[in-house]
C-alpha cells in the first residue's frame, strides 16, 4: 500500500544523501518528489528548500526532507513558510523529539556531519514518529507570526 507523499530536495552538499534517502523511501512505499538538485555541482540551497517548504505549506506533501552541508541553510529558508516548522536534526533522538514535541513536518540534514546511516535513521524516525499534542500543542500553536 503506498504511503504518504515526501518531498525531498537538497544542494550540491546533499546530493548524494538525497539520492539514498529517496531510493529508500521508494522501497518503503512512499511516494517520493524531488525538487532537485540533479548533481554534485554547486548550487544555491533557497532553490531547492523553498519547493519542498511550499509544497508540505500547500498540503501536497504529508512531510518535507531537506539536506545541505551544515543543514542550516535549508532549515532557515524553509522556516520562511507559514506552515512549516522545519527541525535542524543531528540524531535519532532529535528527530523523534521534533516530532512528539514539535509537530515538525520538514526534517532538515547536514550532511557534512553525519553518516548516511544516521541520516537515513532519522528520516525513517522522522516519518514513523507521532505528534503527542497535549501541552506541546498548546505551545505548537503559540509559534506562528501571525
Not at 512505499?29 to 508540505?56: F, L
Not at 506533501?61 to 552541508?69: F, S
Not at 522545519?86 to 515538525?104: G, M, S, V, Y
Not at 553525519?114 to 528520516?123: D, I, Q
Request: aromatic share 6%; glycine share 8%.
Amino acid at each position: 500500500m503506498e504511503k504518504e507523499t515526501v518531498f525531498i530536495g537538497s544542494d550540491h552538499a546533499g546530493f548524494e544523501y538525497k539520492e539514498a534517502i529517496k531510493k529508500m523511501l521508494a522501497e518503503a512505499g512512499y511516494r517520493v518528489e524531488d525538487v532537485g538538485t540533479h548533481s554534485s555541482e554547486s548550487v544555491d540551497y533557497p532553490d531547492y528548500a523553498h519547493p519542498v517548504a511550499q509544497a508540505v505549506e500547500e498540503g501536497k506533501a504529508h512531510r518535507g526532507i531537506l539536506i545541505c552541508g551544515s543543514g542550516n541553510g535549508v532549515c532557515i529558508t524553509a522556516n520562511k513558510h507559514a506552515k512549516v516548522r522545519a527541525a535542524l536534526c543531528w540524531n535519532e533522538e532529535i528527530a523523534r523529539l521534533a516530532r512528539q514535541h514539535n509537530d515538525a513536518n520538514v526534517i532538515c540534514l547536514p550532511a557534512r556531519f553525519v553518516s548516511l546511516e544516521e541520516a537515513k535513521a532519522m528520516v525513517k524516525t522522522f516519518l514513523t514518529t507521532g505528534f503527542e499534542g497535549g501541552r506541546h500543542e498548546r505551545r505548537v500553536n503559540k509559534i506562528a507570526c501571525a
